[in-house]
């Protein structure tokens, strides 16, 4: 019971604490590899979101234990981690197809990105995901390369 | 109207499929990487040049300009200098602007003393300029200031920045810079405004604005002057000034084979003497200089050696 | 002056013109609809080929794409959340939720009437100040430049819906980012960790791209189910009191032109901070701003009548100082030159005519645009009825392609899926994105001005009030805080008495 209440109090301090993470870590490297003249105003803006942030971060905690008063369903907790679960999928898989596009570029990678993406993230037919991918690919070869003369991106490996 | 369309676009199909395989270099599209976005300078004098250099070449071959802006010119010249030597990737490169970062020690991935230059299409001399309604006559006037001048330019490590330095150093005038204006057109409105004594702005900007009064030259550099009451490099008594000008180079990647460079060179010699071209250059107040590659080579290492010796006021 | 304009109107109208015209067009409104793709893209894939065409020819097109990209950036904001074109990002905040609620008609109908008379405000300003060109665009320096991008990130941040305090913290991140790369004014190189892709600073269109549109795809595939609720939703019914709604609020289009033709005609600030200041000022203005974000349709008439006008402003330093006033006319000002036009102060007096027909041929196309947009909506607007799972996948794979499509950089790829995930981040733990965008955009501006005013003045503070326009300026920040914080006082206190009370 209170490992699940933690878990669910983990996920919404979780932006607070990256925010203030992330604003940290922008002031200690403009500090260290930065001229005084050309760090003065970033350091400046980070010192100010810093503040709110903390201030954002604390409302946040406040909020937060004001709900853990008021007990949350199972049902609403084991839905809520369903989604964590599919958003942490989707994310993943958005991440795999561009590092795919980065690699091996556009024309081998995008296919195999938009049929994994139809099949194991929406869980649609494998004949429906091969037809999708198939002609947007299609489309895009005959708008980019051939009507514009446009050279699709092909990737690190193959440039 | 839907007709008109239709024949529009097959028009357009058309003039990208209309291309055969014949033998010898050139056999198919020639690539000009030009370091600037589409619309800039150097982006409209290279498409300006490039149907005549398709019609110099042998074979109906397209030569096809390629923008590829970023990290002021660098990355343009890094990706020539990166292509495979076969002569279908050649670029345009920006004096001194991707020479100074090489001089400062910048990492970059290219090596300009290892380009293989094809040619020079033009230079751009620099107008020492004033506010058309300002007090200032002369340099004398400016050197007599009792106060540091004041100046515009974009980032330091720029050429404009650069050249402002060499320029108040050599002469002994105390000056500030104000800097981060957005291109030549950003100081020289800065200028216009007012927002400062005087600017070194590239000719082919400030013509118009010198035509219509708006601003003043009071020396020129990097070209001799045709104004008695213009000062040029010589008049001032420093020579060596006369090599702030920025330079429109062509090259090719290192170690490319001699025969396909004598033919790119001497296309690219042959476009430049085009009447549509020159009629081009007219209307626009380009310049053209056109010169071989011997002579670029030269330049190059003559402008090296330049810049070299200020290398305290590069940054 | 007359005479000249029936001429370049002569010339526009001739048969072979209009064919360039209606292309131009139709190529804006497809470069306008594909996320990442945009007028920018579409106009410098353009420049080759206009350098062979006659002048008339090649403005009726460029003017054709630059009129039509609006109209269609804005059709997929409304349809996908996914905004077209950058510009057309602040329709997405109205627009979409009027989709979701079945009124995609409604808000369709609402743009392809504001946004040409938007246009139309917009072209008869720019000819009633054409010969005041130069003395307009010498009215901005420095200090004008610093206050007009504090002014832009004040107005916005205030007006960040739900939470006040998490869009001051969006847009100081936003600042933070906005300092990465080159430092113009210093010299140094902040946050790019030797990286020549981010000595660029971050650009603009991917982190659009990415934050808007690829976010709502990334939520749209986890959460499944189509844009639209239901079928019937899309029932292309209401375009008509679209159409009227833009008439009824044209208070909404009078200030949205106003908005868009000013900020459009100052450079490096351009068409997002328009569309996106337009937005909150009417929001702001509103006697209930808080129900703005669920669907209200002056959200969209706002945005959209600044969209179109923002381009007749830009037009003015574009033509008058060779400076454009935004990305597009950057590439614009390629055609000029490459057909012989030197942007200067000669130009309006060498090119009368040429202007006159680009003018108009901005104002015909706006007006085409709406039309053929309207024509082809019913088929467009069945998108919303695609699953999710398989429109999701696609309109990322479209968009990536789009923003490598802008300048062949990868990085840009990259970029682009990192903000994605950010903005879905943002989205679900519910901070606002805009104050983000508008931070990132005008973070450097803003820093660029200030340190540039400091070194005229010599450190003197009296610069920013040195002008009128300054002073102006500095009104309207102090507005636009005041407008945000007095119903919010106005509240407090209210709470506070009803407290006491009890």
């Known amino acids: ?159 | ?315 | 002056m007359p005479e000249l304009l029936l001429q370049a109107a002569a010339g526009l109208l001739s048969p072979e013109t209009l064919i360039f015209l209606v292309g131009g067009v139709i190529i804006g409104l497809v470069f306008g609809v594909i996320p990442g793709l945009g007028g920018t893209t579409a106009l410098a894939l353009l420049l080759p080929l206009t350098f062979g065409m006659e002048v008339m020819h090649a403005f009726a097109m460029a003017g054709g794409i630059m009129g039509a990209v609006a109209m269609g950036g804005s059709i997929s904001a409304i349809l996908l959340n996914a905004p077209g074109t950058a510009p057309s990002a602040a329709t997405c905040l109205d627009g979409h939720p009027m989709a979701k609620q079945g009124h995609a008609a409604e808000a369709i109908g609402a743009v392809a009437t504001a946004s040409p008379l938007g246009g139309l405000f917009g072209v008869l300003t720019l000819l009633l100040v054409l010969p005041l060109a130069r003395d307009i665009v010498l009215l901005f320096g420095p200090p004008e430049f610093f206050l007009v991008a504090v002014f832009g990130i004040v107005t916005v941040a205030m007006s960040a819906s739900s939470n006040t305090l998490r869009g001051l913290v969006a847009g100081g991140i936003g600042l933070m980012l906005s300092f990465v790369g080159y430092d113009t004014v210093h010299g140094g190189v902040r946050y790019a960790f030797g990286s020549d892709y981010l000595w660029d600073g971050i650009p603009l269109i991917p982190a659009l791209v990415g934050l808007f549109g690829m976010a709502e795809m990334i939520r749209l595939s986890i959460e499944g189910g189509t844009v639209a609720a239901d079928a019937s939703a899309v029932r292309l019914q209401g375009v008509a009191s679209g159409l009227r709604a833009t008439f009824r609020h044209w208070k909404v289009v009078i200030r949205g032109s106003i908005t868009g033709t000013l900020i459009g005609a100052i450079p490096g600030v351009g068409g997002t901070v328009a569309t996106f200041i337009a937005y909150s000022t009417t929001r702001n203005a509103d006697r209930d701003p808080d129900s703005f974000g669920s669907g209200r349709i002056e959200g969209v008439i706002a945005p959209e009548s600044a969209n179109n006008a923002k381009d007749s402003g830009a037009l003015l330093p574009t033509l008058a100082f060779g400076i454009p006033g935004s990305a597009e006319m950057a590439v614009f000002l390629g055609i000029l030159v490459l057909h012989g036009m030197q942007p200067g102060p000669a130009i309006f007096a060498d090119h009368e005519q040429d202007i006159y027909g680009l003018i108009l041929a901005l104002t015909f196309s706006a007006i085409l645009a709406s039309i053929i947009g309207l024509s082809f909506v019913r088929w467009l607007a069945a998108i919303t009825l695609v699953k999710g799972e398989i429109l999701a996948p696609i309109v990322i794979a479209v968009s990536l392609v789009g923003v490598f499509a802008m300048q062949l950089r990868p990085g840009d790829i990259v970029l682009a899926a990192t903000l994605g995930v950010l903005g879905y981040l943002m989205l679900r733990f519910d901070y606002p994105r805009l104050p983000l965008v508008i931070a990132l955009i005008l973070g450097e501006t803003a820093e660029r001005g200030f340190q540039q005013s400091m070194m005229i003045s010599r450190g003197e503070w009296g610069i920013f009030v040195h002008s009128p326009t300054s002073v102006v300026l500095v009104v309207l920040i102090v507005l636009s805080f005041g407008w945000s914080f007095v119903p919010m006082l106005r509240k407090r206190l209210a709470a506070g008495i009803a407290g006491a009370a009890s």
């Open chain 2, 1 to 315: 109207m839907r007709v008109g369309v239709r024949t529009l676009s097959i028009a357009a199909l058309l003039s990208i499929g209309a291309c055969s395989e014949p033998a010898g270099y050139p056999n198919k599209d020639i690539t000009i990487v030009i370091p600037f976005n589409s619309g800039g300078g150097f982006d409209t004098y290279v498409r300006a040049l490039a149907p005549g250099l398709e019609r110099h070449l042998p074979n109906a071959i397209n030569v096809l300009p390629k923008n590829l802006p970023g990290a002021g010119g660098r990355r343009g010249a890094s990706e020539i200098f990166r292509s495979k030597p076969d002569g279908y990737t050649i670029g345009i490169f920006n004096m001194p602007g991707v020479l100074i970062p090489q001089l400062q020690n910048i990492p970059t991935s290219y090596e300009l003393s290892q380009v293989t230059w094809l040619g020079t299409l033009g230079y751009d001399p620099y107008i020492y300029a004033v506010r058309g309604d300002s007090p200032l006559k002369s340099i004398e006037d400016v050197s007599e200031l009792q106060r540091s001048v004041t100046y515009g330019a974009t980032g330091p490590g720029s050429t404009s920045y650069v050249a402002t330095n060499i320029v108040n150093e050599r002469l002994g005038i105390p000056y500030e810079i104000i800097t981060g204006y957005t291109g030549s057109s950003g100081y020289l409105l800065g200028l216009v405004r007012g927002d400062f004594d005087a600017a070194l702005l590239s000719q082919s900007v400030a013509r118009s604005y010198l035509e219509s009064g708006d601003i003043r030259a009071l020396a020129i550099f990097g070209s001799e002057s045709s104004d008695p009451d213009v000062a040029d490099a010589d008049d001032l008594g420093a020579p060596e000034l006369g090599q702030l000008r920025v330079v429109r180079m062509m090259g090719a990647p290192p170690d490319l084979p001699e025969d396909i460079r004598i033919m790119l060179e001497e296309a690219l010699l042959a476009s430049m003497q085009d009447q549509e071209f020159r009629v081009w250059l007219e209307t626009t107040g380009n310049d053209v200089h056109p010169a071989g590659a011997a002579e670029t080579e030269a330049a190059v290492s003559e402008m090296t050696q330049f810049y070299d010796q200020f290398k305290q006021l590069l940054d």
């Open chain 1, 1 to 159: 019971m209170s490992g699940q209440a933690n878990e669910k109090r983990e996920i919404s301090y979780l932006p607070s604490v990256v925010i203030l993470l992330f604003i940290v870590g922008y002031l200690v490297t403009g500090y260290l590899t930065l001229d005084e003249t050309t760090r003065l105003v970033p350091l400046m803006a980070a010192g100010v979101t810093l503040v709110l942030a903390l201030l954002d971060g604390f409302t946040t905690v406040r909020r937060g234990q004001i709900s853990d008063e008021g007990k949350t369903s199972a049902v609403d907790r084991s839905a809520a981690t369903a989604t964590r679960r599919r958003a942490v999928l989707a994310v993943s898989t958005v991440a795999g197809g561009v590092a795919a596009i980065y690699l091996v570029g556009f024309l081998v990678a995008m296919p195999l990105y938009l049929f994994a993406s139809i099949t194991y993230l929406g869980k649609q037919s494998a004949k429906l995901a091969v037809i999708a991918a198939l002609l947007t690919m299609l489309s895009i070869y005959l708008v980019f390369e051939v009507a514009l003369s446009y050279k699709l991106f092909p990737g690190v490996l193959f440039s």
